[in-house]
């Protein structure tokens, strides 16, 4: 049931995920271990000379291109995962960063504004393009070839979605000539309506030929944003990013990095709608806005899991994991653990301490952390002001996925 992508449009199976944690915080799914307790995931995040993330990848299911996937950041681990982590920590500089801060705050404004006088939107398509602008500030992206980001995310997240699949809302009459280059070699549905699986490198060719280019521009013609900074960097010995790392990482931010928070917003805004008292709470109190924020990212979990695989046999609470299983840590879960949330099913926006694990743990532990916290605290710091107490003006949709707890559309109204 935890696993099956059609049990999440329906919603995660908390009531599962508890009853599964019950029997023990280590328990046997299908072809691998989950990890529910909070203490557990903590333990197996923390110890990657144990818990590999480049042993197998962190696909529940094994990845078709095993040596693809290790190329990539999020599947590496020391010491290559440090150099590479510790070359884009030094691009984050402070310049970057209060630059950055400063334009989310106008953003979330300006979208907001733009559907104020409304009465009612789809608030997952307002949210959706914060991260899209964020993004392409981070990279230094044409501000015109930002939705090509929501297509690729669309394509790699909502792979098990038969609509997002198909991604394609990007005409190459709105974007620069190094969008179009890429589009040209965008894939299409084959006879059978199917996409090449966009978990391999050939299924996503509009994406890397995108990235090659804009990485070789950078390194030509730098400009103030993150990225430029990490083409520019040179090691003590000398080395520098190659095209390929580079191609990798914006592959990891472009995908993983707007997903996430993109199903963080709008997650955000259904807890409130979803809880008035709450919602009026906060209207209330705007300095409870932080602590809010950190209870919508613990309540709406985006990312469901992750996997590790032993490296070698080791027992983990009172269990047994052998060298080669696959061992899934289960943020869902965790993130509702009573032993460390007490009444872990109550949206509480005053909850202290909150030591959610939504951004993971270790050193794999989310670089883009402070970046999502000054977008949400941005974007419902605009609703607050400019629309006031909103409530659902339909159903919502979610996606398709057993790996993010995605909203398509939130249908909201709210008083002029």
Known sequence: MITDPDTYVRGVPYDELARLRRAGPVVRVDDFWAV???????RVLRDPAVFSSQLGGTQIRDAADLAYVRRMMLNMDPPEHGRLRGLLTKAFTPRAIAKLSSQIESWARELVLAVADRGEC??????????LLTLAGVFGVPEQDRRLMYDWSNRVIGYQDAEYAVSSTVSDSEVTGLARAALAVRPSPGPDGSMPDPRTRAGMPDLYAYANALGEHKRGHPGEDVMSNLMQHVRDDGGRVSLAEFENLFWLFSVAGNETLRNGLPGGMLALLSHPAEYRRLLADRSLLPS???EMLRWWTPVTHFRRTAVADVRLSDVDIRAGDKVVVWFSSANRDPSVFPAPDTFDIGRTPNDHLTFGHGPHFCLGAHLARVQLRAMFDAVLDLLGFAELAGEPVRLRSNFQNGLKSLPIRWAR
């Open 292 to 294: 809010a924020v950190e």
């Open 36 to 42: 529910l307790g909070h203490a557990e995931v903590r």
């Open 122 to 131: 789809d608030f997952a398509q307002v949210a959706a393009d914060l991260p």
